[in-house]
């Protein structure tokens, strides 16, 4: 693959917290189209390998290159702003707003409204408010919320809230979507679903870079495969390498409960 298909580069990022060493020395990069995995036990760093990629850190060491051009040390926003847009571990919704207005929420991010303009209500106003509302909807119908899209978030089951606040950072036009742990709390059969939906969006243009556990859907929808243990690159390849890599096996996946799943 060219250098044009890349479209995030981690070279030899690095954090530490006091003592503890989160992430050191990591390299790995992400190439359009792909849908890579980051994966490893507890505590490894993935979360941090997340919150240094979307500026809520800035690494101690190393860069973050965006397409060529270095986002490590931006805000949160201006890394937003380039399309790189995420979920969290632990869903983040508007309490008390229905479906459709976390969704719209997700969406105002990129409106490019001024504020003046909203004032006088223009009618350029009215229709990009209309088309908006109408791209919102398309997402509801592709994520299968249709039927909830006037109830409030918080008030759905688990599974469905996950559904939400991917709908509401797609809302955002992700050029990269970022999920972490999206499959954390669903069942059997929701985690099935989120596979196609995880496929439908790679399908739709957009890359996608996940932290799961849940071996069902980092096996079954990745190309790519990063493992970090102690924050550092354990491994890397396609799943089925991954899989049958000893030190994976020993770190990680020879630790997990569902593992002859894993071997399945
Ligand atoms: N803000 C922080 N201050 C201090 N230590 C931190 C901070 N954030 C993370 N850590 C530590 O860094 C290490 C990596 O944490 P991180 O949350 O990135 O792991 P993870 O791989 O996402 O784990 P999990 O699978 O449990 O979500 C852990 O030891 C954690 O306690
Ligand atoms: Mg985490």
Not at 72 to 77: C, H, K, R, V
Request: hydrophobic residues 40%; glycine residues 10%; charged residues 25%.
């Amino acid at each position: 693959m060219s250098e044009t298909d890349t479209l995030l580069t981690l070279d030899n990022i690095g954090i530490s917290f006091g003592g503890l060493r989160a992430v050191d020395g990591l390299d790995f990069s992400v190439q359009k189209g792909q849908i890579v995995g980051l994966i490893g036990p507890n505590g490894a760093g993935k979360t941090t390998v997340f919150n240094i990629i979307t500026g809520v850190y800035k690494p101690t060491d190393g860069a973050v290159r965006w397409k060529g051009r270095e986002i490590s040390g931006l805000p949160p926003y201006k890394v937003a702003d380039c399309g790189i847009l995420r979920t969290f571990q632990t869903i983040r919704l508007f309490s008390g707003m229905s479906v459709l207005e976390n969704v719209l929420a997700g969406q105002h991010m990129r409106t490019k409204q001024t504020w003046w303009a909203s004032l006088l209500n223009t009618p350029g106003q009215r229709r990009e408010e209309r088309a908006l509302r109408e791209s919102c909807m398309e997402i509801i119908e592709r994520l299968d919320l249709a039927d909830v899209a006037n109830e409030v978030a918080t008030s759905l089951p688990y599974g469905v809230q996950r559904r939400v606040e991917m709908a509401r950072t797609l809302a955002a036009s992700p050029e990269l979507l970022i999920l972490d742990e999206p499959a954390a709390g669903l069942n059997d059969q929701e985690s099935a679903e989120l596979n196609h939906t995880i496929l439908g969006i790679r399908d739709s243009g957009i890359t996608v870079l996940l932290v799961e556990h849940d071996m069902n859907v980092v096996m079954r929808v990745t190309d790519n495969i990063v493992v970090i243990n102690f924050g550092k690159k354990i491994a890397e390849g396609d799943p089925h390498s991954v899989r049958n890599n000893p030190k994976v096996i020993e770190a990680y996946l020879g630790v997990d409960e569902d593992d002859d799943e894993v071997a399945a």
